[in-house]
């Protein structure tokens, strides 16, 4: 509901569920869904990187679905379900797929995968391609290399060169797939691995990686 | 960066819809605001009140009906891109969506806000233009039907009054293009610098042929380059053969004569050639499409 | 798929240790689940307002007026600055050239680029910040504007400045120049132009300024990557002194690649605006003002001769460079023309080389650090110049390459400009790379190509990869008479703070901001080993503090320094921690310190006997009763590493500018589709050598990420300007960084050739990958093009150029 006289400023309400968790909170009508979530639900996992909706550092599920959150004012979305980058590592315990960094860390599949194959770098852009990865995986498990990267197409990194986060992505399938929740380590000494260190108990989620 | 204020009213219905569009002097329609946004964040587009449709349920559907597919104005890409109607029977309009943007965008925009849009650059003009889907309007005088070739009138201009909006259109099912024929093809093809530009050259084509190879009916159109070309010598050029290589010669060259590059120089030069290079292509890959389904 | 080839020639580490291993990034765990803190993530104090710029839309013009009445009546707005207020309240900026402009943050009386700051507003939020700059209203005379460098210097191009528009010259002579170009045989001539693009990291500028009435000291977060000696110059300008203003950079920047050293200017005017407002303020910059108004390369024309004889052989090269700095040279300017001085010789051993160096002023934004810095846009024009001295004497351009390399037994080597390279296996490095590239298979696919009309082509580019400037380099920019005048300057160092608690945990601070690099993973990796602890017991701290940590002028993480002198100066730290430790243990065990080894988290003595980590930190804070007299309690040491030859410029403009010296070779194969004039790459090799490999991962993302940039470059982005000044791509629409869909597949090699001026020998890798890739695209496609008569000597080669020229060429009568 918009409350709006020629003094006081245009605001409305916006009730959303965010990684499961529901919030009602006032804004602005014009504020950005990626403002909303970063300055009034402190989710600052999701950034924002350009003006015109082309890079994708903000992408977060609506309902599911990938969507750009720069492009979307919080009052669109009044009554939805959001899912951000914050929500992945409880929807992987929910699933039962979680898996733990060496120093305790619960990640999904997909940010293991992102920590395997340095993925990431700078690491600004790797919220938005993890969930538009998340995305990809729900609707296609076994996605191919192209696959992978034309569903990743609106997503910009400046870092990587993007070949590691494609193999992050696969990774992630085959664990996926597998089903199976193993240890995962995420490279040292104790693991015996040396470089590209992607090798765990079972040898078919190793890439290609020696 | 950060939009001018406007105030933001959902409305449930289409009449609410027709009522805030009266009811407002300086209001736009927000459908899936993929293009909408970003002009309002670069202070290109401040509109006071933002009437936001995007709830109205009626208007979301990908429909097969007999002759035609109805697409409702709040589907979006993906969901037509993926419709097995489209898909089967207007399988250029699925390809065309594919090379829109990016997966995200394509999930929240829609045909309805792309086509009142009218981007001169836009991939899904040329693809309207073969087809010629009846555009479906309602406004404060009621529905109405207008054809796409009445509705666009230029760039991000269109047949379309002030408390009017569009609700869906009837896209032709490509078999009803040329019903005598013993088979079609289609496709678009796009040349663009990276995956999702806005097209250099947007190229729609669609290819009737008989049993014996033999093009029957032929609609070619070109965007991006200039204004939206339909390029009827290309076809006429080509229909009648078998595509050999003088028809695709005599087409392509028919293109570069018919657009009109709005760059001067080299530049311009460029998107001319491209424009017949790629209609080259368009043209082939109908014709194999057609002559596959013998 | 990029695909990592083993290793050669490791070098021999500990068996037990983490060096050397694909460690994976302890950054990784927060930044992946989304919990990284940059700086738009984080409020340091309460009630921030927010900043916003209103920027030139011309490209040059004087300011009639400015009317910030309006502005600054709004309710939500506490206070709007223009240029004019800056300049009451500072001083220009320093920089080191012979004719300075006058720069402040704020354009002063004159707009210069297109984007340039000419007033700020303080504001409630940054919704209404934008707003408010709706209401400040600019009376602009428009001027003519100049882009190009060369036009720039005519006697009727449009002045920038009072100064003039060539900030500095200078003409530059080492070795027996006349000599080498009579004698050649051949002296090939040609004319390169490089353009401008940037790295555009993900992050964009961000500063918080709190200005502390009371004390009038400032306290600013920024994503400022250094180099430090920015701090000086900023408290400089603001006439604070520098314990006055501390500068903090948190941990997490998303990218820098260079651009972020120039934040300054916006660091001083949100420090102002903080002053002013009486309110901590906050900025975080569009991404459109990023593009218009951050920094970026120069762009530059770039003359070359090369002397060369009969059989081969480099005799000398001349080059005359004009360097497009934007509308001012700002500090640490002009860096972008002389940071490759120790190697403009690059891996070759003639040893005449000279040059004019000119540092040209236009209306684009002003230049700076971008990855690679200097080092590209000159290997360019000088990686082509080699493949035509080989095509003027008929040797393929790898042989020709090879015959004039230094030699693997050469080293350490001079070069004549004063540089050192420490170490490198130049050849092997080609061999290695022909190799994995199956070089002779791809002749034999060039040679069917062109029987069949197909532009195919292969490219080479051999490249030194500097590393851990030498702060002294840009004083070159003065002539030695001048010099003289003033204070020789010199160093690169790094410092590190290494502590053992009470516990047992440890804490290692670095004095770097690193952007993605990894640091707090290779310092735990370094530190792990020297300390013999797991690496879960340390925590790295990366970031920077100029009140609170150890640092120095050539601090921060900027021309791929973290590898030579950060990782020196953790490992050195760790050895002193170490011996400490060493003699703590062995007063406890009754034995020699020097018998005492750390490992697995314990002392181990000669005999068997051995005691925890543990307890000699609890020694060391719970009894330092019992510590040997020259322990001091408390378990804590700092460690800077100084680059040791590191030294000032000498009299002859002679400075070994950088402290480590990496090298690659790269190859590719393209095709070029004639009708439409697009580039596919068909096969893409890179054997790089960074010295000892800490973390083999890290390096081989800094390679392919380094390639990506310049193959962006080479082939799709442009920071173009129109004749009237006005910037054509400010929207990652029209700036193409590409996507995934783009992306080449790269082989990536290594080797290892230690360097003997580093602890652990290994050397910066950041920009390699970089350097040497918008050459060897520009050689694939010369060579690719050459039946069709086309040159290629300018980037990017877009589709449209590329078809250009083939028309242009068969219009002309085609092939040579």
């Given at each position: 509901?918009?409350?709006?006289?020629?003094e006081t400023e245009a605001t409305t309400t916006v009730s959303v569920t965010v990684n499961g968790e529901e919030y009602t909170k006032e804004t602005e009508d014009r504020t950005l869904l990626v403002h909303f979530l970063r300055e009034e639900l402190g989710q600052t996992g999701t950034h924002q990187g350009c003006v015109v909706g082309k890079c994708g550092a903000c992408t977060v599920l609506h309902e599911g679905v990938p969507k750009k959150s720069c492009m979307l004012y919080a009052a669109q979305v009044d009554g939805d379900e959001i899912t951000t980058v914050e929500g992945l590592p409880?929807?992987?315990?929910?699933?039962?797929?979680?898996?733990?960094?060496?120093?305790?860390?619960?990640?999904?599949?997909?940010?293991?995968?992102?920590?395997?194959?340095?993925?990431?770098?700078?690491?600004?852009?790797?919220?938005?391609?993890?969930?538009?990865?998340?995305?990809?995986?729900?609707?296609?498990?076994?996605?191919?290399?192209?696959?992978?990267?034309?569903?990743?197409?609106?997503?910009?990194?400046?870092?990587?060169?993007?070949?590691?986060?494609?193999?992050?992505?696969?990774?992630?399938?085959?664990?996926?797939?597998?089903?199976?929740?193993?240890?995962?380590?995420?490279?040292?000494?104790?693991?015996?691995?040396?470089?590209?260190?992607?090798?765990?108990?079972?040898?078919?989620?190793?890439?290609?990686?020696? | 960066?950060?939009?001018?204020?406007?105030?933001?009213?959902?409305?449930?219905?289409?009449?609410?819809?027709?009522?805030?569009?009266?009811?407002?002097?300086?209001?736009?329609?927000?459908?899936?605001?993929?293009?909408?946004?970003?002009?309002?964040?670069?202070?290109?587009?401040?509109?006071?009140?933002?009437?936001?449709?995007?709830?109205?349920?009626?208007?979301?559907?990908?429909?097969?009906?007999?002759?035609?597919?109805?697409?409702?104005?709040?589907?979006?890409?993906?969901?037509?891109?993926?419709?097995?109607?489209?898909?089967?029977?207007?399988?250029?309009?699925?390809?065309?969506?594919?090379?829109?943007?990016?997966?995200?965008?394509?999930?929240?925009?829609?045909?309805?806000?792309?086509?009142?849009?009218?981007?001169?650059?836009?991939?899904?003009?040329?693809?309207?233009?073969?087809?010629?889907?009846?555009?479906?309007?309602?406004?404060?005088?009621?529905?109405?039907?207008?054809?796409?070739?009445?509705?666009?009138?230029?760039?991000?201009?269109?047949?379309?009054?002030?408390?009017?909006?569009?609700?869906?259109?009837?896209?032709?099912?490509?078999?009803?293009?040329?019903?005598?024929?013993?088979?079609?093809?289609?496709?678009?093809?796009?040349?663009?610098?990276?995956?999702?530009?806005?097209?250099?050259?947007?190229?729609?084509?669609?290819?009737?042929?008989?049993?014996?190879?033999?093009?029957?009916?032929?609609?070619?159109?070109?965007?991006?380059?200039?204004?939206?070309?339909?390029?009827?010598?290309?076809?006429?050029?080509?229909?009648?053969?078998?595509?050999?290589?003088?028809?695709?010669?005599?087409?392509?060259?028919?293109?570069?004569?018919?657009?009109?590059?709005?760059?001067?120089?080299?530049?311009?030069?460029?998107?001319?050639?491209?424009?017949?290079?790629?209609?080259?292509?368009?043209?082939?890959?109908?014709?194999?499409?057609?002559?596959?389904?013998? | 798929?990029?695909?990592?080839?083993?290793?050669?020639?490791?070098?021999?580490?500990?068996?037990?240790?983490?060096?050397?291993?694909?460690?994976?990034?302890?950054?990784?765990?927060?930044?992946?689940?989304?919990?990284?803190?940059?700086?738009?993530?984080?409020?340091?104090?309460?009630?921030?307002?927010?900043?916003?710029?209103?920027?030139?839309?011309?490209?040059?013009?004087?300011?009639?007026?400015?009317?910030?009445?309006?502005?600054?009546?709004?309710?939500?707005?506490?206070?709007?600055?223009?240029?004019?207020?800056?300049?009451?309240?500072?001083?220009?900026?320093?920089?080191?050239?012979?004719?300075?402009?006058?720069?402040?943050?704020?354009?002063?009386?004159?707009?210069?680029?297109?984007?340039?700051?000419?007033?700020?507003?303080?504001?409630?939020?940054?919704?209404?910040?934008?707003?408010?700059?709706?209401?400040?209203?600019?009376?602009?005379?428009?001027?003519?504007?100049?882009?190009?460098?060369?036009?720039?210097?005519?006697?009727?191009?449009?002045?920038?400045?009072?100064?003039?528009?060539?900030?500095?010259?200078?003409?530059?002579?080492?070795?027996?120049?006349?000599?080498?170009?009579?004698?050649?045989?051949?002296?090939?001539?040609?004319?390169?132009?490089?353009?401008?693009?940037?790295?555009?990291?993900?992050?964009?500028?961000?500063?918080?300024?709190?200005?502390?009435?009371?004390?009038?000291?400032?306290?600013?977060?920024?994503?400022?990557?250094?180099?430090?000696?920015?701090?000086?110059?900023?408290?400089?300008?603001?006439?604070?002194?520098?314990?006055?203003?501390?500068?903090?950079?948190?941990?997490?920047?998303?990218?820098?690649?260079?651009?972020?050293?120039?934040?300054?200017?916006?660091?001083?005017?949100?420090?102002?605006?903080?002053?002013?407002?009486?309110?901590?303020?906050?900025?975080?910059?569009?991404?459109?003002?990023?593009?218009?108004?951050?920094?970026?390369?120069?762009?530059?024309?770039?003359?070359?001769?090369?002397?060369?004889?009969?059989?081969?052989?480099?005799?000398?090269?001349?080059?005359?460079?004009?360097?497009?700095?934007?509308?001012?040279?700002?500090?640490?300017?002009?860096?972008?023309?002389?940071?490759?001085?120790?190697?403009?010789?690059?891996?070759?051993?003639?040893?005449?080389?000279?040059?004019?160096?000119?540092?040209?002023?236009?209306?684009?934004?002003?230049?700076?650090?971008?990855?690679?810095?200097?080092?590209?846009?000159?290997?360019?024009?000088?990686?082509?110049?080699?493949?035509?001295?080989?095509?003027?004497?008929?040797?393929?351009?790898?042989?020709?390459?090879?015959?004039?390399?230094?030699?693997?037994?050469?080293?350490?080597?001079?070069?004549?400009?004063?540089?050192?390279?420490?170490?490198?296996?130049?050849?092997?490095?080609?061999?290695?790379?022909?190799?994995?590239?199956?070089?002779?298979?791809?002749?034999?696919?060039?040679?069917?190509?062109?029987?069949?009309?197909?532009?195919?082509?292969?490219?080479?580019?051999?490249?030194?990869?500097?590393?851990?400037?030498?702060?002294?380099?840009?004083?070159?920019?003065?002539?030695?008479?001048?010099?003289?005048?003033?204070?020789?300057?010199?160093?690169?160092?790094?410092?590190?703070?290494?502590?053992?608690?009470?516990?047992?945990?440890?804490?290692?601070?670095?004095?770097?901001?690193?952007?993605?690099?990894?640091?707090?993973?290779?310092?735990?990796?370094?530190?792990?080993?020297?300390?013999?602890?797991?690496?879960?017991?340390?925590?790295?701290?990366?970031?920077?503090?100029?009140?609170?940590?150890?640092?120095?002028?050539?601090?921060?993480?900027?021309?791929?320094?973290?590898?030579?002198?950060?990782?020196?100066?953790?490992?050195?730290?760790?050895?002193?921690?170490?011996?400490?430790?060493?003699?703590?243990?062995?007063?406890?065990?009754?034995?020699?310190?020097?018998?005492?080894?750390?490992?697995?988290?314990?002392?181990?003595?000669?005999?068997?006997?051995?005691?925890?980590?543990?307890?000699?930190?609890?020694?060391?804070?719970?009894?330092?009763?019992?510590?040997?007299?020259?322990?001091?309690?408390?378990?804590?040491?700092?460690?800077?590493?100084?680059?040791?030859?590191?030294?000032?410029?000498?009299?002859?403009?002679?400075?070994?500018?950088?402290?480590?010296?990496?090298?690659?070779?790269?190859?590719?194969?393209?095709?070029?589709?004639?009708?439409?004039?697009?580039?596919?790459?068909?096969?893409?090799?890179?054997?790089?050598?960074?010295?000892?490999?800490?973390?083999?991962?890290?390096?081989?993302?800094?390679?392919?990420?380094?390639?990506?940039?310049g193959f962006a470059g080479a082939l799709y982005e442009e920071l173009e300007y129109d004749s009237s000044g006005t910037l054509q791509a400010d929207t990652f629409m029209d700036y193409a960084v590409p996507t995934a869909k783009e992306a080449p597949d790269v082989t990536t090699d290594h080797l290892e050739t230690p360097s003997p001026k580093t602890p652990l020998g290994s050397k910066g890798t950041g920009e390699a990958g970089t350097e040497g890739a918008p050459a060897v695209i520009a050689n694939a496609v010369d060579d690719a093009l050459d039946p069709a008569g086309v040159e290629i000597?300018?980037?990017?080669?877009?589709?449209?150029?590329?078809?250009?020229?083939?028309?242009?060429?068969?219009?002309?009568?085609?092939?040579?």
């Amino acid at each position: 509901m918009t409350d709006t006289d020629s003094e006081t400023e245009a605001t409305t309400t916006v009730s959303v569920t965010v990684n499961g968790e529901e919030y009602t909170k006032e804004t602005e009508d014009r504020t950005l869904l990626v403002h909303f979530l970063r300055e009034e639900l402190g989710q600052t996992g999701t950034h924002q990187g350009c003006v015109v909706g082309k890079c994708g550092a903000c992408t977060v599920l609506h309902e599911g679905v990938p969507k750009k959150s720069c492009m979307l004012y919080a009052a669109q979305v009044d009554g939805d379900e959001i899912t951000t980058v914050e929500g992945l590592p409880d929807i992987a315990e929910s699933e039962g797929v979680d898996l733990e960094t060496r120093e305790g860390t619960t990640l999904h599949p997909l940010q293991m995968g992102f920590k395997q194959n340095h993925g990431l770098q700078c690491g600004f852009c790797t919220p938005g391609f993890l969930m538009t990865s998340y995305a990809l995986l729900q609707k296609n498990e076994n996605p191919s290399r192209e696959e992978i990267k034309s569903a990743l197409s609106g997503n910009i990194c400046r870092c990587t060169g993007y070949n590691s986060i494609v193999d992050s992505v696969e990774w992630a399938s085959k664990v996926l797939q597998d089903g199976e929740r193993t240890a995962m380590p995420d490279g040292g000494p104790e693991t015996g691995c040396g470089r590209g260190c992607s090798c765990v108990d079972d040898e078919s989620t190793g890439g290609d990686r020696p | 960066m950060y939009p001018s204020k406007f105030e933001h009213v959902p409305v449930q219905s289409i009449d609410d819809a027709i009522t805030a569009l009266e009811e407002y002097d300086d209001a736009e329609l927000i459908a899936g605001g993929q293009s909408l946004v970003p002009l309002q964040k670069t202070r290109f587009a401040s509109p006071d009140h933002l009437i936001d449709i995007g709830d109205i349920d009626e208007l979301q559907y990908v429909e097969e009906a007999d002759e035609a597919v109805r697409v409702g104005a709040l589907a979006t890409h993906t969901e037509i891109q993926q419709a097995p109607p489209i898909k089967t029977h207007a399988y250029l309009f699925s390809e065309c969506i594919g090379q829109i943007a990016d997966w995200p965008v394509r999930n929240q925009g829609t045909f309805g806000g792309t086509i009142a849009e009218a981007d001169p650059s836009g991939d899904y003009l040329p693809v309207m233009q073969v087809l010629n889907p009846e555009i479906e309007l309602t406004g404060p005088e009621g529905d109405r039907t207008v054809p796409f070739d009445e509705f666009y009138i230029g760039m991000f201009t269109v047949d379309m009054a002030d408390a009017e909006l569009v609700t869906g259109a009837r896209i032709p099912k490509l078999e009803t293009v040329a019903p005598d024929a013993a088979a079609v093809g289609s496709t678009y093809k796009k040349h663009a610098e990276r995956s999702g530009d806005y097209a250099l050259v947007g190229v729609a084509a669609i290819i009737a042929v008989d049993a014996d190879e033999t093009v029957t009916d032929a609609k070619l159109s070109v965007g991006a380059v200039g204004p939206l070309t339909r390029a009827e010598e290309a076809e006429a050029a080509v229909e009648g053969t078998a595509l050999d290589g003088d028809a695709l010669d005599a087409a392509a060259a028919a293109v570069r004569e018919a657009v009109l590059p709005d760059e001067e120089g080299s530049e311009g030069e460029y998107k001319e050639a491209m424009a017949g290079g790629f209609a080259e292509r368009a043209l082939q890959t109908a014709y194999d499409r057609a002559t596959e389904n013998l | 798929m990029s695909e990592t080839v083993g290793r050669e020639d490791a070098p021999e580490t500990d068996d037990a240790g983490v060096v050397g291993d694909a460690f994976g990034r302890r950054e990784d765990d927060r930044l992946v689940r989304g919990e990284g803190k940059y700086m738009d993530d984080f409020d340091p104090v309460g009630n921030l307002h927010h900043l916003a710029f209103l920027r030139s839309p011309l490209a040059h013009g004087k300011i009639e007026s400015i009317d910030t009445s309006a502005a600054e009546q709004r309710d939500d707005v506490v206070c709007v600055l223009t240029g004019t207020d800056l300049a009451e309240r500072m001083d220009p900026f320093a920089v080191g050239v012979q004719n300075p402009p006058e720069y402040y943050p704020l354009a002063v009386d004159k707009v210069r680029y297109d984007g340039e700051p000419v007033a700020a507003v303080v504001a409630t939020s940054k919704y209404t910040a934008k707003d408010a700059l709706e209401s400040i209203d600019v009376e602009y005379d428009r001027l003519d504007a100049v882009t190009d460098e060369l036009e720039a210097l005519e006697d009727d191009a449009p002045q920038l400045h009072e100064s003039g528009n060539l900030a500095n010259e200078r003409t530059l002579e080492y070795g027996p120049l006349d000599e080498a170009f009579e004698e050649a045989d051949h002296v090939i001539e040609s004319e390169f132009e490089f353009p401008r693009y940037t790295s555009a990291p993900m992050e964009t500028y961000g500063v918080i300024a709190e200005y502390d009435h009371p004390t009038d000291a400032a306290t600013v977060w920024s994503n400022f990557q250094g180099p430090f000696t920015m701090h000086p110059v900023v408290a400089g300008a603001l006439g604070m002194s520098q314990n006055d203003l501390q500068f903090k950079v948190p941990s997490d920047n998303g990218g820098s690649f260079g651009v972020k050293a120039h934040i300054y200017p916006y660091i001083a005017a949100t420090v102002i605006a903080s002053e002013e407002a009486g309110v901590p303020v906050k900025w975080i910059e569009s991404r459109r003002e990023h593009l218009q108004a951050s920094a970026c390369h120069t762009d530059r024309t770039q003359r070359m001769r090369g002397a060369v004889s009969d059989d081969g052989q480099i005799l000398g090269v001349w080059v005359e460079l004009y360097d497009n700095f934007g509308a001012y040279v700002r500090a640490p300017e002009p860096g972008n023309t002389f940071r490759p001085l120790a190697n403009y010789v690059n891996t070759y051993d003639f040893d005449a080389f000279g040059g004019e160096f000119y540092a040209v002023q236009t209306n684009k934004c002003p230049a700076g650090l971008n990855r690679g810095y200097g080092c590209h846009q000159y290997y360019f024009g000088l990686e082509r110049l080699v493949d035509q001295m080989a095509d003027a004497v008929d040797m393929d351009p790898t042989e020709f390459r090879k015959r004039n390399f230094i030699d693997a037994d050469e080293f350490p080597y001079e070069t004549p400009t004063g540089g050192e390279y420490d170490s490198g296996r130049y050849a092997d490095a080609l061999k290695r790379a022909k190799e994995l590239f199956d070089y002779e298979s791809y002749l034999e696919r060039r040679e069917q190509a062109r029987e069949e009309g197909r532009y195919l082509g292969i490219g080479c580019s051999a490249i030194i990869d500097p590393s851990a400037s030498n702060m002294g380099y840009v004083s070159v920019a003065m002539p030695p008479e001048e010099r003289e005048k003033g204070h020789p300057k010199s160093g690169a160092v790094s410092s590190v703070t290494m502590m053992v608690q009470p516990d047992a945990s440890i804490v290692v601070e670095l004095d770097s901001a690193p952007s993605g690099q990894g640091h707090e993973t290779t310092a735990t990796q370094i530190a792990a080993d020297e300390l013999g602890v797991e690496p879960e017991a340390i925590n790295v701290i990366s970031g920077m503090d100029t009140n609170e940590k150890a640092w120095s002028v050539s601090s921060g993480s900027y021309s791929s320094r973290f590898a030579s002198v950060g990782h020196s100066a953790v490992k050195k730290a760790g050895e002193r921690l170490g011996d400490q430790m060493r003699r703590i243990a062995g007063e406890l065990l009754d034995a020699p310190a020097d018998a005492i080894e750390l490992a697995d988290g314990r002392a181990h003595g000669p005999d068997g006997e051995s005691i925890s980590v543990r307890r000699i930190a609890g020694t060391a804070h719970w009894n330092p009763a019992a510590l040997p007299d020259d322990v001091q309690p408390g378990l804590r040491t700092q460690y800077t590493f100084s680059m040791e030859d590191s030294t000032p410029i000498d009299e002859d403009d002679r400075i070994n500018s950088s402290g480590t010296y990496g090298y690659g070779v790269q190859l590719i194969a393209v095709e070029v589709d004639a009708t439409t004039g697009e580039i596919d790459v068909l096969d893409y090799v890179a054997v790089h050598d960074c010295g000892t490999i800490v973390n083999p991962q890290i390096v081989d993302g800094q390679i392919e990420g380094g390639i990506f940039h310049g193959f962006a470059g080479a082939l799709y982005e442009e920071l173009e300007y129109d004749s009237s000044g006005t910037l054509q791509a400010d929207t990652f629409m029209d700036y193409a960084v590409p996507t995934a869909k783009e992306a080449p597949d790269v082989t990536t090699d290594h080797l290892e050739t230690p360097s003997p001026k580093t602890p652990l020998g290994s050397k910066g890798t950041g920009e390699a990958g970089t350097e040497g890739a918008p050459a060897v695209i520009a050689n694939a496609v010369d060579d690719a093009l050459d039946p069709a008569g086309v040159e290629i000597t300018s980037l990017p080669l877009k589709p449209q150029r590329i078809w250009t020229l083939l028309n242009e060429s068969a219009a002309d009568g085609g092939a040579d």
